[in-house]
C-alpha cells in the first residue's frame, strides 16, 4: 500500500526511436576515422626534410632540439600514429553507441504506457551512470544477458578493444595482459576484402599486396567475411591503412546487428 500522501502522477510515454538515425551517426564518425588518416598519410609523402625541419610552430621552442626524430623515421611513425588513435578513438564512438543502445533498451522495458517520473530518473541518471562506468567488454555482455541485445560480431569488436588496451597502455607493445591461451594477441574483423585470382594457377593475391603486375590473366574477386591477425608476446601492434578500414567497417556490422536486435524488443504499440 502506497502512504505517500502526495504520490507521483504516471506520465504517458510514447516510444519513437529512429533507429537508423543512430546508426547514421556512427557511421559517420567511423568515416571520419578513416578520412583523418587518409589525409595525413597522403599529406605527410609530400613534406620534404627541410619543410619538416622548419615545422609549422613559429612562436615554439624545440623541447630536445638535439633528441629530435629523424626526418625518414618521423614519416613512418607518423602513420603509425595517425592509425594508431583513429583505432582508439574508435573505440571511444563504440562506448558512446553501447550506451546509447542501453539507454534505448532501457526506455524499451518499461514499454508504451504509463511510467512514474521516479522511473525516468531511474533510467536517465542511476542506470546510465553504472552502465557508463563499465568496461567495454562489461557493457556488451550486460546489453546481451539483460536485454538480449547481442550481435555474431562481440569477439570481434572485444578483440579490438584488446588492441586498443595494448596501444594506449603499454605503447603497441604485446605484453601478457594482451595474449590469449596460444600466446598471442588475436585481432579478429568482419571485412570486404578484394582479390586477384590467378586463371590459370588459382593462386589468390590481396589487392593490398599486389606490388607487380600478374604473369597470368586475373579475376578481381571481392570477398567478405571473418579474418584474423595475430601478433606474439613482445611483438608491437601495427595496422595497415587497409586494416584500419576493416576495423571501421567491423564496428559498423557490429552495430548493425546490436540495433536489428533493438529493433525486435521495440514496443510496438
Known amino acids: 500500500m502506497n502512504n505517500d500522501p502526495h504520490p507521483t502522477p504516471p506520465v504517458n510515454l510514447n516510444v519513437q526511436v529512429n533507429l537508423p538515425a543512430s546508426l547514421a551517426k556512427l557511421q559517420i564518425k567511423l568515416q571520419r576515422l578513416v578520412d583523418l588518416p587518409s589525409l595525413g598519410i597522403a599529406g605527410v609523402r609530400k613534406v620534404d626534410e627541410s619543410e619538416y625541419q622548419a615545422g609549422p610552430f613559429k612562436e615554439s621552442f624545440q ?10 623515421e618521423v614519416k613512418e611513425q607518423f602513420v603509425d600514429w595517425c592509425l594508431k588513435n583513429s583505432c582508439t578513438e574508435a ?4 562506448h558512446a553507441f553501447l550506451e546509447e543502445c542501453r539507454l534505448l533498451a532501457a ?3 518499461l514499454g508504451s504506457g504509463p511510467a512514474t517520473v521516479g522511473q525516468w530518473d531511474q533510467i536517465w541518471n542511476e542506470e546510465s551512470r553504472s552502465f557508463h562506468s563499465e568496461g567495454f567488454p562489461r557493457k556488451i555482455e550486460i546489453l546481451r544477458d ?3 541485445i547481442q550481435s555474431r560480431l562481440e569477439d570481434h569488436a ?6 586498443r588496451n595494448c596501444l594506449v597502455h603499454r605503447l603497441g607493445i604485446v605484453g601478457p595482459k594482451d595474449v590469449a591461451g596460444d600466446g ?4 579478429k574483423w568482419f571485412a570486404v576484402r578484394m582479390f586477384l585470382v590467378d586463371k590459370v594457377t588459382g593462386e589468390e593475391t590481396p589487392i593490398a599486396d599486389q606490388v607487380e603486375p600478374t604473369k597470368n590473366e586475373s ?5 567478405v567475411g571473418l579474418f584474423e591477425k595475430r601478433f606474439a608476446l613482445g611483438e608491437k601492434v601495427r595496422f595497415s591503412a587497409n586494416e584500419l578500414a576493416y576495423t571501421m567497417f567491423t564496428f559498423y556490422r557490429f552495430a548493425l546487428e546490436l540495433l536489428q536486435a533493438l529493433e525486435r524488443i521495440m514496443p510496438t504499440s
Do not use: H, W
Not at 573505440?91 to 563504440?94: A, K, T
Not at 572485444?158 to 588492441?163: D, E, G, R
Not at 598471442?184 to 585481432?187: H, M, T
Open 91 to 94: 573505440i571511444d564512438c563504440m
Open 107 to 109: 526506455v524499451f522495458r
Open 184 to 187: 598471442n594477441l588475436v585481432v
Open 63 to 72: 623541447i630536445a632540439s638535439y633528441g629530435r626524430t629523424p626526418y625518414p
Open 158 to 163: 572485444i578483440s579490438l578493444n584488446k588492441v
Open 219 to 223: 579475376n578481381l574477386v571481392a570477398k
Open 146 to 148: 539483460e536485454f538480449r
